[in-house]
């Protein structure tokens, strides 16, 4: 009975592991394929439709200006996110509880939505769509995260070793620099790869920000898709899998992935 | 000594100090205010405004009166619930098998479990599209057993399929911290009174893990409910959902208020389920046990 | 009251002194109006319940916490208003307080780091001190692989090498067992003698503050009750705090009769004032220690005792515990083990030598 139960759990165990890399397997595979369509299993093995993607400019400056988008709301929410932190963890100032609030009501609101109110309060504005509304836009996905990490590491922080530094003569910036921004730099790390990651793989927001002539990958990727249905998709899809796949043994070595996603964090899509 | 731990926080609230703590939480302030608020709050004002800016309530009559967004509501949450439901079918035999096994095997399925976050959305909708397509591995199978494949593409099945697959980790994760936090000596404590097996998992294990359940449900049907990517590729505009319909109504229409309309409807129906399950956690204290 | 000098080599510096410290902190006065003055190189002890203010008085001595009122001086230098890293305080926190991503190396060489000490000077000071506390060959691990107790050196070991004015303890003991605790309290009150720095320590545990003290100063409220050595502040207690904090005491109301005298229900009895005697007819109640009274048979020649009927004799192992009913209530005796042992019944004489008891006025 054990050991029939034991049996069944593992196939199932197999089954469910499968369903979760059958996306990924089958895009990977399919890149490799020598038919002019997407197949599975592939037939014929050939890396045409790797050049094929390098030969595409308008590929190549959409990666561009997703990778330098993210690298920015990576960087802006990593700082963002230590000062706001700080400031929730150490000091009382009027609307703390309002920027706390807001701080955990930004998870809850779809995505979709915010797209929409973006590009409505953009036009209201009379803000053309750039790479700065785009990266402003992102900000609002990514500085919750960058928050809630820095705090988590600061409520891992004993007071006392801030004490002790200034007592054994660190004037207030050393403090800061060899004892406080230490203990947050795990939540900081992650806090950035995570702005990183979000801000390159966003469609909904972007979707609503971007015009014609300022495609970020996944907006290029979603409507190249809509025409074509030949294999460079799988390529593009296989070589945003290995930079994922880099980026979490970078975060794993940092932070370890299961810590970033709470069981309460949520699908940006 | 109470009074110390406040130390440097609580007694040396000057005025200075406050100043630097607004100055340091200036930016975030300003990044919710101008990119949080605003934006919400101009789409509930336009969501009251007609086309050309006079007050009225026609958009909310126009979607609640016209069958067909009846429909696309009454779908939204359909298909939620069924990813919901779908999530807890394969998410809690799942989290049962990861209690049994070691530290390391639990990092290596956690890490499988999530890896669906990890990878471009619009690449692992693509996946499933080659995957259920016309010349993917589940057509041949099928061709081989003789049959003709059906149309699996751009219906609910395909997004469901989607859906689930994104969704699981989220179902899982608080499941397994509520199975976590079940007394170990439980079950042979009700083994010793006489119950079977079976009765230990359902009057014991299960209860038990309800929280866990309950936690999962509410985020997987929210974020479902709410999820634009995965649909719109895997479903196209054959299956009606309210997100796709924000963005058709937003860049296609180009009816903003309305689309404003539909979209503060979507907010209205995830965070009320949100706030819902925050009020029923804090009267419970955390402890939801099966009636 | 003057304080023992350590022996040995006698430092010039190290000599606190504290006059009319206040704190408020959340609209309360958790210290009002603390005075004090160490010797140099002594050992003073802060004891008292939690919320008693000790903490907070410890927390302005090394400058985390700004005086709201009052004068703080080291070596006559006035540091009232100096923020911490300007001060030089060593200090050894309950939580130890070490900063996890450095070894124990990197620890201690911090405050030498801040003073800008050169590479091989730290070297070698890190190593000395390392030593001094007893963990060399530890200086590579990291906080986490040390166990409470070394952790609790490499505390004390960083907070020595910068040779501070002061070194001050925030109950670095508590956070051990039991048997630990007394081995660490034992070293780091004979490290204290051996390097001579002023040491200030902060504890809620009576026999730790007894142990290694030369001084202790009894807090309650926010003030200090006592300040004195600890047998002063055992045997003589000067208020009722003090009495029932430290131990076990029998209290007795009576009528001061001048100088260290005092008639309690009829009977004379003798005791050594605290401070000023009480006036002659004045309310005052005298402080006994179970363990000062001695119990005698029949009546005493001398007049002085108090009479009374033994209720109860226990014996409890290291001690056997008397109860004499006395028309001034209960007094307890706890006799040494060959000790002769009453019988339950039996009429006695409790007494004691007035040095052994304090006699102090009654509100």
């Not at chain 1, 054994?168 to 620099?177: I, M």
């Amino acid at each position: 009975m054990t050991r029939l139960t034991r049996v069944l759990g593992g196939a199932f165990a197999t089954l469910v592991g499968l369903f979760l890399i059958a996306p990924v397997a089958v895009t990977v595979a399919s890149s490799l394929t020598a038919t002019p369509y997407v197949t599975f299993p592939p037939q014929g093995i050939t890396l045409r439709w790797y050049a094929e993607v390098f030969a595409k400019p308008e590929f190549l400056s959409s990666f561009a200006l997703s990778a330098g988008v993210a690298l920015a709301a990576a960087a802006v929410s990593a700082v963002v996110g230590l000062a706001g932190g700080l400031a929730i963890h150490r000091h009382r100032f009027p609307g703390r509880a309002a920027l706390e609030a807001t701080l955990s009501g930004a998870f809850a609101v779809p995505t979709i939505v915010l797209g929409i109110g973006l590009l409505q309060w953009f036009a209201q504005m009379g803000l053309a769509s750039s790479p700065v509304t785009l990266l402003l836009a992102h900000l609002v996905l990514t500085v919750p995260y960058a928050v809630r990490l820095v705090l988590a590491g600061l409520a891992g922080l004993d007071r006392s070793a801030e004490k002790a530094a200034a007592g054994l003569g660190a004037p207030p910036f050393l403090v800061f620099w060899h004892v406080t921004l230490p203990a947050v730099r795990g939540g900081l790390v992650g806090g950035a790869f995570f702005a990183f990651i979000t801000s390159f793989d966003d469609l909904t927001v972007a979707l609503f920000v971007v015009t014609t002539d300022l495609q970020t990958l996944p907006v290029r990727i979603f409507n190249y898709m809509q025409y074509d249905y030949d294999p460079t998709v799988t390529a593009i899809g296989t070589l945003m899998v290995l930079f994922a796949v880099v980026a979490v043994v970078v975060i794993e070595r940092f932070v370890g992935v299961a810590r970033l996603f709470g069981a309460d964090t949520e699908e940006r899509s | 000594m109470a009074a110390v731990g406040r130390v440097a926080g609580g007694a040396r609230v000057s005025r200075p100090r406050r100043r630097t703590g607004l100055l340091l939480a200036l930016p975030a302030i300003l990044i919710f205010v101008l990119l949080f608020l605003a934006p919400l709050g101009t789409l509930v004002a336009n969501s009251f405004r007609t086309q050309t800016g006079a007050f009225t309530l026609g958009n909310y009559a126009r979607f609640l009166g016209d069958p067909f967004y009846r429909d696309v509501l009454w779908n939204t949450l359909r298909v939620a619930a069924l990813t919901t439901a779908g999530c807890l079918l394969i998410g809690y035999p799942f989290a049962l098998y990861l209690r049994g096994r070691s530290a390391r095997v639990r990092n290596w399925l956690a890490l499988l479990l999530l890896s669906p976050l990890l990878i471009s959305m619009v690449i692992r909708a693509y996946g499933w599209l080659v995957v259920l397509g016309p010349q993917g591995p589940v057509a041949a199978v099928i061709r081989w057993f003789g049959l003709t494949p059906p149309q699996m593409l751009y219906n609910d099945t395909a997004v469901l399929i989607g859906m689930v697959h994104v969704m699981l980790a989220y179902m899982v994760l608080p499941l397994m911290g509520s199975l976590d936090r079940i007394d170990p000596t439980l079950v042979p404590a009700a083994k010793g009174l006489g119950a079977s097996g079976w009765t230990c998992f359902w009057r014991i294990t299960l209860p038990l893990s309800a929280p866990g359940m309950l936690a999962g449900a509410m985020i997987v049907f929210s974020l479902t409910a709410s999820s634009f990517v995965t649909p719109a590729i895997l479903g196209g505009p054959k299956v009606k959902l309210m997100p796709y319909f924000v963005y058709t109504q937003a860049t296609a229409t180009l009816d903003w208020p309305y689309a404003a309309a539909i979209g503060f409807v979507l907010v209205v129906v995830t965070t009320g389920l949100l706030l819902g399950y925050s009020r029923l956690l804090r009267r419970g204290r955390g402890e939801v046990v099966f009636a | 009251m003057t304080a023992t000098t350590p022996a040995g080599t006698q430092p010039r510096r190290g000599r606190l002194r504290l006059d009319g410290v206040r704190k408020v902190l959340g609209g309360k006065e958790v210290v009002s109006a603390v005075d004090l003055e160490t010797e140099p190189g002594e050992f003073l002890t802060l004891l008292g319940p939690s919320g008693c203010g000790k903490t907070t008085t410890l927390n302005m001595i090394a400058g985390h916490l700004t005086a709201d009122g009052g004068l703080i001086e080291v070596d006559g230098r006035d540091i009232t208003a100096i923020p911490p890293h300007r001060r030089s305080m060593g200090m050894v926190f309950q939580s130890y307080a070490l900063f996890p991503h450095m070894t124990v190396a990197d620890n201690v060489a911090f405050g030498l780091r801040m003073r800008k000490a050169g590479a091989a000077e730290r070297r070698r000071r890190v190593a000395d001190v390392l030593e001094t506390v007893g963990l060399d060959g530890m200086a590579g691990r990291h906080p986490r692989q040390l166990s409470g107790g070394q952790q609790q050196r490499a505390a004390l070991a960083r907070a020595l090498v910068i040779q501070p004015d002061l070194l001050l303890l925030d109950e670095p003991f508590s956070n051990l067992d039991a048997q630990l605790r007394v081995r660490l309290r034992d070293e780091v009150a004979a490290l204290q003698r051996r390097i001579g720095t002023t040491a200030i320590l902060v504890t809620h545990d009576q026999e730790e503050a007894l142990a290694v003290s030369d001084r202790i100063a009894v807090m309650a409220g926010g003030v200090i009750h006592q300040l004195g050595r600890p047998q002063e502040v055992y045997l003589r207690p000067a208020t009722d705090f003090v009495a029932q904090f430290i131990g076990e005491v029998n209290a007795l109301d009576g009528v001061a009769t001048g100088g260290g005298s005092c008639e309690v229900a009829g009977q004379r009895v003798r005791a050594t004032p605290v401070g000023d005697p009480p006036a002659e007819g004045a309310r005052a109640r005298v402080y006994v220690r179970p363990e000062v009274v001695r119990v005698g048979a029949g009546t005493d020649t001398e007049g002085e005792g108090l009479r009374g009927t033994v209720r109860q004799t226990r014996f409890l192992g290291s001690r056997i515990r008397c109860v004499v009913a006395t028309s001034a209530g209960e007094v307890t005796a706890a006799l040494p083990y060959d000790a002769r042992v009453p019988r339950e019944g039996e009429e006695v004489t409790c007494s004691w030598r007035p040095s052994d008891a304090s006699l102090a006025a009654r509100g």
